[in-house]
């Protein structure tokens, strides 16, 4: 299947800074490109969902002006973590896809951040 | 809206055992559904699919899915687990809208 590169893997942080991650499609252009928060057994969140070159479309409650999701290019879109708290802890995770509802969506490896 | 309802968060079974995972859906038009997998420390994978057509989907390791409209269901089988399907496994679901959602997850754990 088609690689999607998520960087990095991990990351800390102290709090009040900001995280930038960054989600790419290796071999495949991708139209749209989720992002997702999973928390300890749980599901995966769906915090956003993005198509290039276009504003990123949130779920409710989450808050745009903390996340930050950039899609500037079929191949990357970045998730910035704003003013990091310790509860902003958790492992996102972003996927790509291809075509329309009905293709696959690739899955990046995750991101683990822990704000200290 | 979407949603994707899995009522097991555990199923724990012997090997060579039978296993079915559920998985129940809301969607108010056409829906497509998804089966993906998780495997120890992996990011998730797709395990299989249901786009339109035959019901019944199966994946190269040996697990099928029956889409069930009248029932909103899309539960996945194997007749005979392995210990290496031990992972957590995530039904969504697409096709209102351009998110894909998920369930909650299935943590399968297969013991020897």
New interface residues.
Partial sequence: GAVVSQHPSRVICKSGTSVKIECRSLDFQATTMFWYRQFPKKSLMLMATSNEGSKATYEQGVEKDKFLINHASLTLSTLTVTSAHPEDSSFYICSARQGPLNTEAFFGQGTRLTVV | AQSVTQLD?QVPVFEEAPVELRCNYSSSVSV?L?W?VQYPN?????LL?Y??GSTLVESINGFEAEFNKSQTSFHLRKPSVHISDTAEY?CAV??DT????????TRLQVFP
Avoid: A, C, E
């Fill in positions: 968060s497509y998804f993906y992996q990011g998730l994978q797709l699919k786009l339109s995530f697409s096709g351009d998110k894909l959602i998920f369930g909650t997850g």
